[in-house]
């Protein structure tokens, strides 16, 4: 019997700056892919093809009150103008081993949530962040690799629009 790997601890740092006691929590991207539905001559059904990315790749993370930091690149006109990265330490509670993930980031904030002003209660803060680049890495490995700008789409080391990319003659 194996028990799963939990999170027991996170961190977020925004270029650079860490937001270690101030992050309350991360809602990291749904990766998805847009699949089209087809179903040609001589098929006994429809097949789904994979036509790249589907929607938009967006952050949400709440902190416990005022970063002052989160406003300076607000309404950047660079897609990249954000640093963003998590870091994660999973446990098993039936083993003695700590699984580190980390997930970079680059976008730009779309939107910041204030929240509630309430004098004596508490305060959190929502930013969206929409992003043109992810990495998951997992001990050291690099599990998913999503560059839009630069057409770069890898999963386990595997760049799966190398091939494309030559033939564009990008």
Same mark, same amino acid.
């Given at each position: ?46 097949v789904g093809i994979d036509m790249g990315m ?15 930091s989160i406003f300076d690149n607000f309404g ?14 999973? $446990?098993? /509670?039936?083993?003695?081993? +700590?699984?580190? @993930?980390?997930?970079?980031? &680059? ?6 949530? !204030? ?29 998913? $690799?999503? /560059?839009?700008?630069?057409? +770069?789409?890898? @999963?386990?080391?595997?760049? &799966? ?6 033939? !564009?003659?990008?």
């Amino acid at each position: 019997m194996a028990l799963p790997k939990k999170l027991k601890g996170l961190n977020l740092f925004g270029n650079g700056d860490s937001y270690q006691g101030q992050i309350q929590s991360v809602t990291l991207p749904t990766l998805s892919r847009k699949i089209e539905e087809w179903r040609g001559g001589g098929m006994d059904g429809a097949v789904g093809i994979d036509m790249g990315m589907d929607g938009t790749l967006t952050c949400q993370w709440t902190v416990g009150g005022l970063i002052e930091s989160i406003f300076d690149n607000f309404g950047s006109s660079r897609l990249d103008a954000e640093l963003l990265r998590m870091t994660g330490s999973f $446990e098993r /509670d039936d083993a003695d081993e +700590v699984v580190a @993930v980390e997930v970079v980031m &680059r976008g730009r904030h779309t939107e910041i949530d !204030l929240g509630d002003a309430q004098s004596g209660e508490n305060t959190e803060h929502q930013i969206t962040s929409t992003l043109s680049y992810y990495k998951l890495t997992i001990d050291g490995a690099t599990k998913i $690799e999503i /560059d839009l700008p630069n057409y +770069v789409f890898k @999963v386990n080391g595997e760049d &799966r629009l190398a091939q494309r990319r030559t033939a !564009l003659g990008v």
